[in-house]
């Protein structure tokens, strides 16, 4: 593929709920332009977007693909991005290289809610934005349903109708558009009365058509034109255009108003290109996808990090259709593209010159929150597993892992169940490593409630050499120290030199606990008397003597299980806000309290991180996937007298 000037390049994302069409109106778009010879089908397994393995094995797209088409000299990337919630961090990074979004809806469907989502996403940025509805072929299908639901659930938007679409569901032939020449008598109305909106909505965009427009001159299409690019590019207004897949129709009508109305790459004056994807190739090995902003990136040549404050080797620089590669000597000002095999560069960073160095605006990614424990399946695979995940974390931002030092689990979290089973089929397929997987472990702990002082004797006749070892230890509770061991023997009555060792019997005999095998904590042990025998003491018998104490003084000192407590702080739009504080209440919240954020109410609470494993998949439930949330580990709280015994129980049970 050949290099493009900057103002014949346009950067475009097209986003949207699952299912809307997305990859298929990609598809077409490569069949019209010429680069396919047949359209792919999704079922199929078979479009130039869709190409992961997992990806044509469950039929939907779940990593952002490069698709470039060239139209009328104009090179659109367009970046196809799944539309499944799991996978938003895909559309986070693919929307921050863009100078437009492309919101596909279906014509059955309407606003659903990943729209919603991604609309959202899309004003933090202010960025301009088309809409298109999509299968309008199908039965049940209703454009103007679709344009009053858009008007609805965004009213601050101003939606201009850019066509009219001819004919309902299986009889639909196409659209009439505002530009059009030969515009067919019967639409002529319809269409001028469009044209009066578009001018009532964009005419601000340009001083010259605004005072003509404010005269009562009609505009003719030339200025109609001018307007709707510049108020696009303002984020002015948004153009609503129609068409179906099934029946390529509207497709070629969209590609020329993106090319006339997309806003060109706007070149940055100092050298710099931002990173915004990783991708794990099993062939290529780890790609890197850029987007340059500003000069001309060259194969061969050598890169500045700004981020990481390394030079990077670029060898060979590709464009991607797909998974097509075309390689290329340059890059310029606004276009996106790849390099292979770079050693230190992660997605965000920054490219530039170490001369005039700039790192621009990275990308902000949700934070994973539904952990998942994992193992790999044959014992020996430890290392190979660790190195595999640490690549898979490379490739997606919104997975991280972490090793549990008190449980010794490791431990996977990202954003969704699919999106975690896909971390576990790549393991597998492209690691070699099987995994099996389960919900993590609760790091629960023990401690003691009361005082206690107790007797411990570890005494062994057997033959010569016996052993001998006798201690009198206090154990009290100890809020501000996990653990704490002193003395107070008068009078020699255990020698100095096994101090060390009846110290080292108890911290090894606290990590087993008493109740349910967990950790025992904020307990403050003194050793104060005891005895021993000039020939059978040792370390050992010590130790042992301890060990027995501990044992003895936790059955009389009321221990208790205690269990982690995070913060959460939940985010649903506001009519979701009952059910999301009744649902804290069932999992043993305590609500600290709430606070309105735009159109959302953020939500406080103290909350048992054992009944927060699995909430990513309950709030998700109870909002239709528009709540978020974040937990904070905030400390150790006594398990409630009346579920702790039953708990207790369980816990020995599981252990066994
Ligand atoms: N009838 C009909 N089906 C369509 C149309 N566009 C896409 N589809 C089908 O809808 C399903 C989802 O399409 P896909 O392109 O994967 O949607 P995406 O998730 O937005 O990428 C696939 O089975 C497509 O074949 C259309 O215009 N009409
Ligand atoms: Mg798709």
Known sequence: MKSYDTKNIRNICFVGHGGSGKTSLAETLLFNAGAVSRIGKVNDGNTVSDYLQEEIQRHISISTSLIPIEHEGVK????????????????????????SGIL???GVGGVEVQAEIIWDLMDEKQLPRICFINKLDRENSNAERVVDQLKTAFPNARFVQMQ???????????????FQSNIPDKYKDDIDILKEALAEAAAEADDEVLMKYLDGETLNDEELKLITQKAVAQNMIVPILFGSMEKNLGVKELIQFIADNVPAPAPAEKKSALVFKTLADPYLGKMTFFRVYGGTFASDTMAYNSTREVEEKMGQLFFLKGKNQENTL???????AVVAKLQETKTGDTFCTKDKPVILEGITFPTPCLPLSVRPKSKGDEDKLGSALARLVDEDPT???????????????????MQLDIVGEKLTRKFGVAVETETPRVPYRETIKKMVQVEGKHKKQSGGHGQYGHVWIKMQPNPEKDFEFTEEVFGGSVPKNFFPAVEKGLREIIQEGYLAGYPMTNVKFTLYDGSYHSVDSSEMAFKLAATQAFKKGAEMANTVLMEPIVEAEVKVPDAFMGDVIGDLNTKRGRVLGMELEGKFQVIKAQVPQSEMMRYSIDLKAMTQGRGTFTTKFIGYEEVPARISD???????????
Request: hydrophobic share 40%; net charge negative; aromatic share 4%.
């Open 330 to 336: 340059n890059v310029q000002p606004g276009d996106i």
């Open 646 to 656: 039953s708990l207790v129980a369980q816990l020995k049970a599981q252990q066994e």
């Open 399 to 417: 997975i991280s892992i972490r090793k549990n030092t008190e449980t010794k689990q490791t431990i996977l979290s990202g954003l969704g169940e």
């Open 76 to 99: 659109v990337n367009i970046l196809d991005t799944p539309g499944y919630s799991d996978f938003i961090g895909e559309v986070i990074s693919a929307l921050r290289v863009v100078e």
């Open 104 to 106: 596909v809806l279906c």
């Open 164 to 178: 009219i679409p001819v004919g309902k569901e299986a009889a639909f032939e196409g659209v009439i558009d505002i």
